[in-house]
């Protein structure tokens, strides 16, 4: 174990996709698990094509498919493993590296691993000290157990967007992005780490099946202030300058709609001046882009710089915790498809190099001909 790598030693195998379960997988990476990430050719991780959807047909697949910063950035610190799971020796690899692994990560629809040939008797047969981490819409057991669905949806259910309304009270919703899928990491990373600990402890794993939709309805049950009206004006305001700031506790001068036409008068600066000056709370309200120069982040090392194969250096959005005055370190880029395969088999199973050329000519490892 090293300081600013506290988990170093710890195997992970993640299925998972989008952005709930990648995240855990992100943030045990990024305090030094060893993460590995397993994928095939045919059914890989749909963020490998975030926010770039329009370039399809307009550059090779296998570029394409590399060129995401949304999976750079949560797949970062990972290996990759490219396996076709319904090919036994696929299947039989898999299992080979449960058995030599503490986690397991999963964020498909309730059964999936069951009907890949894992489900949960199959994984303590293969490793009783496993710790799975199930964090499926609604949890297994539920009425709608077998949804599949993103992260608005969720939220949706959850309750959370209802409270998304504007000044008037009117529903409003979230625009694109949405607290579920974050929300929901965190609680499967508190699970994971609970369940390792408890593992080492008592040698016996465990499956904590963690319910994205639930999550969310944790948000809606938020305690609010007992006195709301003492709070003077909260919210979000325009400024003469098209700019934005945040207020909170600002004293009232007469109401919300006051507050807001008299901020329209003002510049951000301004806005922020009066109201702490009277004893609120002002910021104004960044871009992604400001926080290069926004005085709340200088010299914090929030950005850093990471090499990909792919699509060249790239500033990642560092891990938000430093350990002994020092941040984990942002190792290596987040994986192409089967980038690792020979490491993992060579490496972590011991597999000799005769039946590593096996599972190659036989197609376990490599991409289909189109």
Not at 78 to 93: E, M, N, S, Y
């Amino acid at each position: 174990m090293t300081r600013n790598q506290p988990l170093r030693g710890l195997r992970a195998i993640e299925f998972c996709w989008v952005w709930s379960g990648p995240m855990i997988g992100q943030h045990l990476a990024d305090l030094g698990a060893e993460v590995i990430k397993i994928e095939w050719y045919k059914r890989h991780d749909l963020y490998r094509t975030r926010g770039v959807e329009r370039l399809r047909g307009k550059m090779p697949e296998a570029i394409r498919r590399e060129s995401s910063y949304a999976f750079q950035s949560l797949n970062r610190n990972k290996l990759g493993l490219a396996v076709d799971l319904k090919h036994p020796d696929g299947l039989q690899i898999v299992k080979d590296l449960i058995a030599e692994s503490d986690l397991l990560l999963e964020n498909f629809s309730v059964g999936t691993l069951d009907r890949l040939g894992l489900g949960a008797d199959e994984l303590k047969r293969l490793n009783e000290r496993l710790v799975v981490i199930s964090l499926s819409a609604t949890g297994r057991g539920s009425a709608i157990e077998s949804l599949r669905s993103y992260g608005l949806m969720l939220s949706a259910l959850g309750g959370f967007e209802a409270l998304i309304r504007d000044d008037d009270g009117a529903f409003m919703g979230s625009p694109t992005f949405v607290m579920s899928d974050p929300n929901a990491a965190l609680f499967g990373t508190l699970a994971a780490l609970a369940g390792t600990l408890h593992a080492r402890e008592t040698g016996a794993g465990a499956t904590y099946e963690c319910s994205q939709v639930e999550a969310a309805a944790s948000l809606v049950n938020t305690p609010a202030p007992a006195n709301e009206a003492s709070m003077g004006v909260e919210g979000i305001f325009a400024t003469s300058e098209g700019d934005f700031v945040a207020v909170s506790d600002a004293p009232d001068p007469g109401g919300p709609a006051e507050f807001a036409e008299w901020a329209t008068r003002q510049n951000a600066a301004s806005v922020i001046d009066a109201v702490r000056s009277a004893g609120g709370n002002a910021a104004r309200v960044n871009s992604l882009g400001d926080t290069l120069h926004a005085e709340e982040f200088v010299d914090t090392e929030v950005r850093q710089p990471m090499e990909h194969p792919v699509s060249g250096t790239r500033e990642l959005i560092a891990t938000p915790w430093w350990i002994d005055g020092r941040r984990p370190p942002l190792a290596r880029p987040a994986p192409m498809l089967g980038e690792h395969n020979d490491e993992v088999l060579r490496r972590v199973l011991g597999y000799d190099e005769a039946r590593i050329a096996a599972f190659h000519e036989a197609g376990v490892l490599d991409e289909p001909e189109s």
